[in-house]
């Protein structure tokens, strides 16, 4: 098996056993990234010196055995909304052009503690508003199962990476299935951690009460590593939670023998594919032989978690993306004859076409006579999901659906009907309003295209999502599949 | 002149939006020095108060206390619950696009503030008061409209700032400076600003509006900005005043509309009008999670206020007998009231060091727009000076000129000495006489002295001083009388 095709937990033994060195792991997937990156378009930043330098800096570490930690040496891509110190961040956006942070996102920090060598930034819907990657400011990003299709989004570079074999493991940012989503697209392991779990300082922000950094990786184990990496509080969030960061890894292979599993029937909605159907009703029957009581919930206000999302996320945004004006960092257009004639300039030539499609939505949303009938409305229904939430976790441990109603599509498909596009997420947005947390673990390929499991957990719950993801994936063979380019395992 | 005839036709109402920088050591919302005068341009900024990308705030506890402080100070209700808004608008020196704010539910509101105005109680309604962070500020090359460029210095943006704002209770301009006056006694009482307003510490924009007398509802109001001073103040709603009362006779209709006051012009200005009024889009801010203020927290606050205006010069009229308005006038700000408590107990008569600081010391101070602890005469000197006269030394005439003369001395003491000692006889003749006069006349106390009891000579000395009108030198005093008892 070629090193880029191997888990963390695999190469962290092989690197701690000095079988292979962290210069040579990362040399192997750099030489990845050169072969199929033209193919994937999955990095918008290869930062390769960086990288070799941190791997040698792990290397050293390695042989001194000193401070050596489960990422050590671990080649992890980043998702380009966060903030890198004096690397290029762009949120896959034009209008941060040239804009190089002078500080790095604390998950950043914290996996530089670690010893994680960063490979590059990876491409993205631009802020991370998209569900195709099609949105992205600089080019699309090619899901490595079928260069036609795209990788889902807006992480969809992070994932076409770990797919791939462009990276172990990547972080990807999700505000309404941006993670998941992906991930289930590209037939990796994908988490939205509980908002507040993980610090969002650095994160360049889409929508602040909704955002949050998770892990993207090739299974379950890597991803509880990775977030238990970047989890826990900081003073320089005040939205992160001070709850302990509980050991991931504990309780992760407890299997789900007598947990209480929730079938949401909204969940299965209308337009979804029928062999997705009927691999989540198989990963369903599967998880009942192991133990699990499974029983029919229900969550009423699904239908109206997708409304009330596409208002308070681009209400949100039309302010968080107000800064972006051109006179301070980032592409400024210049021919403006006067102050406000630039900002139109600039913002008009700036931003793409979906950014300024939601900075109306939101502007609009928020605006004088509105506020009560959309956003104020919108909080109204945000507060009936996470009650449906709180009703459901009394009868159930967690809740089991379908990542996305299809599998990858082809690009260009739904370019030209936003909503078809924003259709995408009707089934991972409810957990980003409703406070809690999910995982996309691969269950299966409708043909040859990778689609995901969901598993939703409650609030500050992670260990309950992963111990469920992960005794599905144990019992089954979907997460060893590889994309074609990524190879064959040997 | 017009403001008088308006308002006898016409009922002025006035209410003001102060706000008031807060002492903090750092910033807001990030760890960044509040120092913007003294520092060089964008020297203290940082990632947060640059409002780059992926940023966050954190609140400045200290800053919220100092809010709720003044509240309390204010008579204000503190609600247990508060939160944080956006109010977004585009502009160059506010580097997020939106403002950090409070909207509707601030950390205080319903409050009142009570002075008297020329022997009249008045009261004050206080709206609320509220917690936002400043805006950078912006340097021009020439003229806002047509500067080629155009300097944006950040390290105000994010110091923390208070909206005070006012009901709609004060009548005239008086009222206004003086609720102003008062309010920035308060303040400066609590210690949570510096009271400057021409630095900016301390700004003031008004609501003015005209009513026919005796009508109950409001009448079109205009928002008047940028006034830098009291008398700005003053001047800008008289004006106003004057402004909408001909428009009303001439059977006008007053826009709705922001003006700015042009002081060395000495008028108001259009803006902006309403219909082009701003939408702010208010909402709550979601990178900073609600606050819950704890009532043992206020309870705190409230027992750490210190004795404030009112209080104190309820005191000043009571203990010292001054009227109120001495004491008013004394109390208006923290620094001459403790000027005026350090004469006194260093023995000076009250209504003496009132007239002195409120009279010649006042007016000296205003004519170089200096506030009395910046003076180099001290408490002492002062009470040095008063003694000199009471103990008829020195003829008011000469008193006048003597403060005069200490205050341009870096140190007046030497002014002080030069009084007393142009004044003092030392010619021995007339001491001599002095001396004999108070042996004829106090011959119990030479008697005694002479038995040994030294401090009958005290007292004899003590006579001659009186006699002398404190012209003499007590030293020669001394020994003459032990030469000539002896």
Not at chain 1, 15 to 27: A, F, G, M, Q
Not at chain 2, 141 to 164: D, K, T, Y
């Amino acid at each position: 098996m070629k090193l880029y095709q191997r888990t963390i937990r695999e190469l962290h033994q092989m690197l701690i056993d000095r079988e292979i060195s962290s210069v040579e792991l990362t040399d192997a997937v750099l030489n990845q990234i050169d072969l199929v990156g033209d193919k994937t378009k999955a990095y918008l930043l290869v930062t390769r010196e960086l990288a070799l330098r941190q791997a040698q800096a792990a290397d050293e570490r390695l042989r001194a055995k000193r401070d050596v930690r489960p990422l050590t040496g671990i080649p992890i891509a980043l998702k380009d909304v966060l903030c890198v110190r004096d690397v290029a961040s762009t949120a896959g956006s034009k209008i941060l052009g040239g804009f190089t942070p002078p500080y790095s996102a604390t998950v950043v920090e914290r996996l530089e503690g670690e010893g994680a060598v960063f490979l590059g930034k990876t491409n993205c819907d631009e802020f991370a508003m998209g569900s195709s990657n099609e949105n992205s400011g600089y080019w699309p990003v090619h899901n490595p199962w079928s260069l036609d299709r795209v990788p889902g989004g807006s992480s969809g570079g992070s994932a076409a990476a770990v797919a791939s074999g462009e990276a172990i493991a990547a972080l990807g940012s999700d505000t309404g299935g941006s993670i998941r989503q992906p991930a289930a697209l590209t037939g990796i392991v994908g988490m939205k951690p509980t908002y507040g779990r993980v610090s969002r300082y650095g994160l360049i922000a889409f929508a602040s009460s909704l955002d949050q950094i998770g892990p993207m990786t090739r299974d379950v184990a890597d991803g509880a590593l990775l977030l238990q990496a970047i989890a826990g509080n900081d003073p320089r969030d005040s939205t992160s939670s001070s709850r302990p960061v509980p050991d991931y890894l504990a309780t992760l292979t407890d299997g789900v023998k007598g947990m209480r599993l929730g079938v949401p029937k909204e969940y299965f909605v209308a337009g979804m594919e029928p062999a997705v159907e009927q691999s989540i009703r198989d990963a369903i029957r599967l998880l009942e032989q192991q133990g699990a009581s499974i029983e029919e919930v229900s969550l009423p206000h699904s239908d109206v978690a997708l409304p009330a999302y596409y208002i308070i996320a681009p209400a949100e945004a039309s302010s968080n993306l107000a800064r972006y004006d051109g006179t301070r960092y980032g592409f400024q257009a210049g021919g403006g004859r006067n102050l406000i004639e630039e900002y139109m300039l600039t913002r008009q030539q700036g931003f793409g076409a979906e950014v300024k499609r939601r900075i109306m939505l939101g502007t609009y949303a928020l605006s004088s006579g509105y506020y009560d009938a959309y956003y104020l409305q919108a909080q109204k229904v945000r507060t009936l999901i996470i009650e449906d939430f709180k009703k459901a976790f009394e009868k159930v441990d967690a809740l089991l659906g379908a990542t996305s109603p299809t599998a990858a599509f082809e690009l260009g498909a739904k370019t030209q009907d936003p909503v078809a596009m924003y259709l995408n997420d009707i089934i991972t947005i409810p957990a980003n309003l409703g406070n809690v947390c999910g995982i996309s673990v691969p269950c299966g390929l409708v043909d040859g295209l990778p689609i995901g499991l969901q598993v939703i957990a409650p609030g500050f719950g992670e260990e309950v999502a992963l111990r469920v993801a992960y005794a599905f994936e144990a019992a089954t063979e979907f997460h060893r599949a590889r994309s074609p380019l990524m190879g064959a395992a040997a | 002149m017009r403001a008088l005839e308006a308002v006898t036709r016409y009922e002025v109402v006035v209410g003001l939006e102060v706000h008031a920088q807060i002492l903090t050591q750092s910033k807001m919302f990030c760890g960044c020095s509040t120092d913007y005068l003294t520092a060089p341009p964008n020297a203290n900024t940082c990632p947060v108060c640059l409002g780059l990308p992926g940023s966050l705030p954190v609140i400045n506890r200290r800053a919220v206390e100092a809010t709720i402080r003044t509240a309390l100070a204010l008579n204000c209700e503190i609600p247990e619950f508060s939160k944080f808004d956006r109010k977004n608008y585009f502009y160059p020196d506010l580097p997020k696009g939106y403002q950090i704010s409070q909207y509707d539910l601030p950390f205080s509101r319903n409050g009142r503030l009570e002075f008297d105005l020329n022997g009249e109680a008045k009261r004050c309604g206080i709206t609320r008061v509220h917690l936002e962070e400043d805006t950078g500020k912006l340097l021009h090359e020439g003229a806002i409209h047509e500067a080629q460029a155009s300097l944006v210095n950040f390290n105000r943006a994010g110091v923390p700032l208070m909206e005070i704002v006012s009901e709609p209770d004060l009548r005239s301009a008086d009222e206004a400076r003086e609720y102003v006056m008062r309010l920035r006694a308060i303040l400066q009482y609590i210690g949570v600003n510096g009271g400057d307003m021409e630095s900016g510490q301390l700004r003031c924009d008004a609501n003015v509006s005209l009513r026919p007398a005796g009508q109950t509802e409001y009448g079109t109001k205009v928002e008047v900005k940028n006034m830098n001073s009291f008398r700005a103040i003053h001047r800008a709603i008289e004006f106003e005043i004057g402004r909408q009362t001909e428009v009303l006779d001439a059977g006008g209709r007053l826009a709705q509309e922001t003006r700015g006051w042009n002081d060395a012009r000495g008028l108001t200005v259009s803006q902006r009008s309403k219909e082009y009024a701003e939408d702010y889009r208010y909402f709550p801010e979601p990178d900073l999670p609600p606050l819950d203020v704890s009532r043992e927290w206020v309870a705190q606050i409230r027992a750490g206020l210190p004795e404030l205006p009112a209080a104190r010069r309820e005191r000043f009229m009571t203990r010292f007998g001054l009227s109120p308005y001495d004491a008013s006038l004394l109390t208006s700000s923290k620094t001459m009231a403790e000027f005026f408590e350090e004469t006194v107990r260093l023995g000076a008569p009250a209504k003496a060091a009132a007239n002195w600081i409120l009279g010649d010391f006042s007016r000296l101070l205003n004519a170089d727009r200096k506030e009395i602890d910046e003076a180099s005469i001290k408490p002492v000197h002062l009470q040095q000076l008063i003694s000199l006269i009471d103990s008829g030394a020195i003829t008011g005439k000469m008193a006048k000129q003597t403060f005069d003369a200490m205050y341009r001395a870096p140190d007046p003491g030497p002014a002080l000495e030069a009084a007393r000692g142009s004044t003092q006889i030392s010619g021995d003749a007339e001491l001599d006489r002095i001396v004999v006069q108070v042996i004829a006349e106090n011959a119990k106390s030479v008697a005694d002295f002479k038995a040994g009891k030294g401090q009958a000579l005290k007292f004899l000395i003590g006579q001659g001083m009186k006699i002398s009108k404190g012209r003499a030198n007590p030293q020669r005093l001394d020994a003459l009388l032990r030469e000539k008892i002896s």
